[in-house]
């Protein structure tokens, strides 16, 4: 199956062309990414999944422009993804950290206004309001505004960090296992909240997540990241057909069972 999408009339948000990731470690290559091609499309919640140490966190740091690779190139909104360390950036790209990365000694309050603090330039009245409008996108009511994270449930962590991320009105957001911590009903609940931010605002969804429930739920594409490329992409269903070690045991072992049968009940799939 090809890696580009369905959607490939849609304009590229995310271009990745010939990826190579090395790092070297005690005198050897570790070869982590090799000729890895993915494109994503504006409007596309796309799964990235794979086993432990495949790459797929490394390949999120490199969209954000955390991390450069070692060659090939990596292109978000037009620009090279190491632009995006520039000021302004959370104006692109939205991220939300897996454990939610709040800083512990700020409130709820200063956590979501940091982003636009950074410009020096808006009213403080413009970023308390701005903030509040977040607050409430997001399921929060203004009384959590003047909370500290560790008085927060790992739910409202979640929240408060997604608030964050979207402070700027990035059309791209990026997910690192959001649902990762949550209980059953609180990852329900915040499946819920991205499905409906995500019709809402337009935006364009990258997610890493290992949760089967949470890719059969909002996966409009699943990118299957193994042998160093990705090796398939497509729907939960045609991923799933997939002859692959990999593809076999994540999605067709008993872990999976549960969450293929919420696929099954489905009348269109997903």
Known sequence: MSNTPKSAHAPAVVEVRNLWTVFRTEGT?????????????RGELLSLVGGSGGGKTVLLRQILGLETPTRGSVTVLGHPAAELGR????????????????FSAFTVLENIAFPL?????????????AVLVKMQMVGLDP??????????????VKRVALARALIMDPPLLLLDEPTAGLDPDRADAFCTLLRSLH????LTVVMVTHDLDTIYELSTRVAVVADKQIIVSGSPREV???DHPFVRHFFLGPRGRRAMALLHAA???V
């Open 29 to 41: 290559d570790a070869v982590v990414h090799q000729d890895l091609d993915l494109t994503i499309a």
């Open 87 to 102: 000021t302004g950036a959370a104006s692109r790209v939205g991220m939300l950290f897996q454990h939610g990365a709040l």
């Open 117 to 129: 603090r950074e410009l020096r330039n808006l009213p403080e009245d413009l970023v308390r309001d």
């Open 143 to 156: 009384e959590h505004a003047h909370k500290m994270p560790a008085d927060l449930s790992g739910g409202m």
């Open 199 to 202: 019709r809402e605002l337009g």
């Open 240 to 242: 799933m057909a997939f």
């Open 267 to 269: 009348p269109d799939g």
